[in-house]
Structures are given as C-alpha cells and as structure tokens.
C-alpha cells in the first residue's frame, strides 16, 4: 500500500466507497520486436498504482482507476 493511502482515505473518507484501497506496483516491463526489420528489445523498471474497490460495496473487487506509469501515490 502507498505510504500516502492513510492520508488519501482521511481526506476522502466522505466520498470513497467501502472497501476501496490502493496498491503500488513495481516490475520490469520487458519489450521484444522487430523495428526496420531489426530485432529490438528493451526492459524497464516501472511503478504505478491501481485503485480498486471490493466488499462490502462489490461482491467482486472492480479496478476503478491506474495511476500514470512511474508517477505512483508514494
């Protein structure tokens, strides 16, 4: 979870729905092809974060937004 989530849920805890959290991702994005007829390939490091919503106000959790890749909720 983002350090910053406690905060976000105080500040919005009038308007954020039940069961909403926030998850921070880290990974390697790798990326193979073929550009002007050359293999390329490259890997990145990435972070972003999901938004998502689940019980009590779903049965099942529902993705209610992504962060812009590599500027996450810290």
Known sequence: MPTKWATALEQG???LAPGT???T???VRHR???WDDK???SRHDVT???FIVCA???DACRLLR????NEPLE
């Open 13 to 15: 805890s009038a308007t």
């Open 21 to 23: 959290t926030a998850y």
């Open 25 to 27: 991702i880290t990974g």
């Open 32 to 34: 193979d092809g073929i």
């Open 39 to 41: 293999p390329v390939a």
């Open 48 to 50: 972003f974060t999901v």
């Open 56 to 58: 009590p106000t779903y």
């Open 66 to 69: 992504l962060s812009l890749l």
